[in-house]
């Protein structure tokens, strides 16, 4: 039987930082890139011509249940701090077999913003937390 080419489904991913696999992400957004366009009208010239610009990339954000680790708070605070830690990474969509299919790697990322989770004495829902990934490149395998 010849392999399912997709659609994949959303739910199944992992997200790796340095190599190390950090489960229980919820929900990962922000892959993306844009393209500046400079306009310019040359002398004589009734319309306007358009290049491409400077390429920019997303911020990747991250959510997950709070769990005792705390590796990924510290790396913000550390960043926070002063300190220059810079990491590369991926975020890796797995099949229905978990087999991985598409790899996004994002290099060159640091924590720019953490956010504790939104607590509601009422609520039934996991607490999660936030981190927000400043990207300097994207890629796709």
Same mark, same amino acid.
């Given at each position: ?12 991913? &992992? +997200? ?20 500046? &366009? ?16 400077? @390429? ?14 705390? /590796? ?10 002063? +300190?220059?830690? @810079? @990491?590369?990474?991926?975020? &890796? ?32 829902? +996991?607490?999660? /937390?936030?981190? +927000?990934?400043?990207? /300097? ?5």
């Amino acid at each position: 039987m010849p392999p399912n080419d997709g659609p994949y489904g959303n739910f199944n991913f &992992v +997200v790796e930082i340095d190599g190390i696999a950090i489960a229980g992400f919820t929900e990962c957004s922000g892959l993306g890139a844009s393209v500046d &366009v400079i306009t310019y009208r040359e002398g004589g010239d009734t319309s306007v011509r358009k290049l491409p610009g400077l @390429r920019k990339f997303s911020n990747i954000t991250l959510r997950r249940g709070v769990t005792r680790a705390h /590796e990924l708070f510290d790396w913000f605070n550390n960043v926070a701090n002063g +300190v220059h830690d @810079r @990491r590369n990474g991926a975020v &890796v969509l797995l099949d229905a077999a978990l087999v991985p299919v598409v790899r996004w790697q994002f290099v060159r990322v640091f924590p720019c913003q953490w956010e504790g989770p939104h607590l509601d004495a009422s609520g039934h829902t +996991v607490a999660l /937390e936030t981190l +927000v990934l400043c990207c /300097e490149g994207v890629s796709r395998s």
